[in-house]
């Protein structure tokens, strides 16, 4: 249930992350100072000190527990638990800088149920370092993406945020738990008829990320094939899309 005087409620899910989170918990801390909001991290699983430096902050940070394994997983179930006005959601290595976090904001009190981080924004400043074939499974899972979820140039940067009863109309019934969720999201949400709006963002790539190209990124494409069977036909059972164990 939505808590009164929350605004804005961000959620952090994270996987063996006591290296980066600490100076990203500050980093994130910093840029809500002045506003009414909240943290929620969300542990998948870590078997590291990630939950002894959440409890170590010096502001208020909610610390979740996640059993079910996946990226998806993690972020539903902090989204379903926030209780901001507006919910939203960041990576724990903030590759996307949260200093677009007021114009997020401003789109989301003027209307938008949506305002998603692009690195395809005209606008963004983008630097990346990845390999040639991430590179180009990237291509390619954009150009399958399209007829998924029309008119949104990148699915994947993990900043996006939503009015509340927005984002409970798409993660309640969220099936896909791997790094492919955003698709099903943002699918959802315009089926809905939800108001997206992209925005730009300084994106910076950060060493340690989870995801593996060629482990994650064919099992991407195959997610995208359930996502289109599991909407055209939401009235029949469908099991969850649960990652393999890392």
Known sequence: MRRAGVELSVVVPVFNEERRLPGSLVGLGLALRGL?????????????????????????????????????????????????RFVGFCDADLAASVDALPAVLHRLRHGTDIVVGSRAHPGSQVRARHSVLRQMGAWAFRRAVRSLVPGVGDTQCGFKFFTRDVALAAFEPLRTTGFTFDVEVLARAQRLGAVIEEVPVR?????????????????????LSRIRALLDAETCPVPLLVPEAA
């Not at 170590?56 to 638990?81: S, T």
């Not at 060493?207 to 990124?217: K, Q």
């Open 203 to 223: 994106w910076i790539d950060v060493a340690g990320s989870t995801f593996d190209p060629l482990r994650h990124g064919m099992r991407s494409f195959t997610e």
């Open 36 to 84: 009414a909001a909240e943290i929620i991290v969300v542990d998948n699983g870590s078997t590291d000190r990630t939950a002894e430096f959440v409890r170590d902050q010096g502001f208020p940070v909610r610390l979740m527990d996640c059993p079910d394994r996946g990226k998806g997983a993690a972020v539903r179930a902090g989204v379903l638990a926030a209780h901001g």
